[in-house]
């Protein structure tokens, strides 16, 4: 049995690079480029791993709207495996790299974003949003 599937919770590392392909019968395919660092702990370090990500149509264009770098995300693909011949030594190379299927929002919204809320600790700023 071969089963193929990742899951990664990180923050983006740049913001996401859009792209559409061109020629297909499909039409343009929207493809999101980004990458993302996952902190692991090693002995109480964190250790930063930095892993490459792709998303395509819906997936990407979402990601691109509503990410950008810094913002932490939970993603759900698979590994993926690229190789090519390095162009200036001819040697092979290769990087592991995920293929993004679906994602998930981790941080609500900052209370910063909602002005007519009082954030907490903060005094009502008239008597109308008095609860009493």
Known sequence: ???NSLELAGNLTKDVEISYTAGYTAGNVAIAKFGIAVNKKIKGVDKPMFID???FRDCA???EKFFQKGSNIFLIGELNL???DDKTTG???SKHTMNVRAFTFTESKKPAD???EPQAGQAPQNDDDIPF
Request: hydrophobic share 35%; with cysteine.
């Open 1 to 3: 049995m071969n089963y």
């Open 53 to 55: 990500c792709v998303a």
């Open 61 to 63: 264009t979402n990601i």
């Open 82 to 84: 690229d190789q090519w």
């Open 91 to 93: 040697a092979k190379r």
């Open 114 to 116: 909602k002005p007519n």
